[in-house]
């Protein structure tokens, strides 16, 4: 992994994904106890500002935050016409597994206890994930995600895992009770009362963010 550029606690980074090498911001609070990998879905990027603004509430809570992209460039170009890699959770997981090993063995972050944001289809790209990785990854968050897309691998996760759904937002709101009822890991479905699937309402985003740092101070520990 090429380090580009550091500035106070702010890691910009190049990461080696298979075929392709992809973009991430590494944010490392001092005292850090463990570090969470966000999944982007449904055409977002390290940019999207709600996966952001949580990851921000994350490190006010002492937890270090990467924020990558899971496509290229000229990838989410393509996709932003067809709209068919984002629904692709085969390469998604894939890639955010090799992420995560590279993460997992370089210096600045060998020492952190692992876990996963995932939004949208991010969500079953985390969970695919974790279901691969087994035992390195220490907590799993879905919110507003699609944990239905998982298939089969939902019976194969091991790690703690909260799903996180808007009570207003139907049609995903069922289909994560039916994943959840699937899940054999410790697990929490939270429904955030009159939130809609962006969580725009007043609050409804920052409560997202509290229950998604109580998961993980909980169950990151660190490695090493």
Known sequence: MKELERQAETVELQIPAGEVTLAGDLELPEDARGLVLFAHGSGSSRRSPRNRAVAELLRDAGLATLLFDLLTSDEEVDDAYTGHLRFDIGLLSRRLALVTEEIADDPISRNFGLGYFGASTG?????????????????VVSRGGRPDLAGEALAHVTAPTLLIVGESDKKVLLLNEKAHAQLRCEKTLAVIPRATHLFQEPGALEEVARLAAEWFRKHLQPRG
């Open 123 to 139: 969500g079953a790209a985390a969970l695919r994930a974790a279901a691969a990785l087994g035992s390195k990854i220490g907590a």
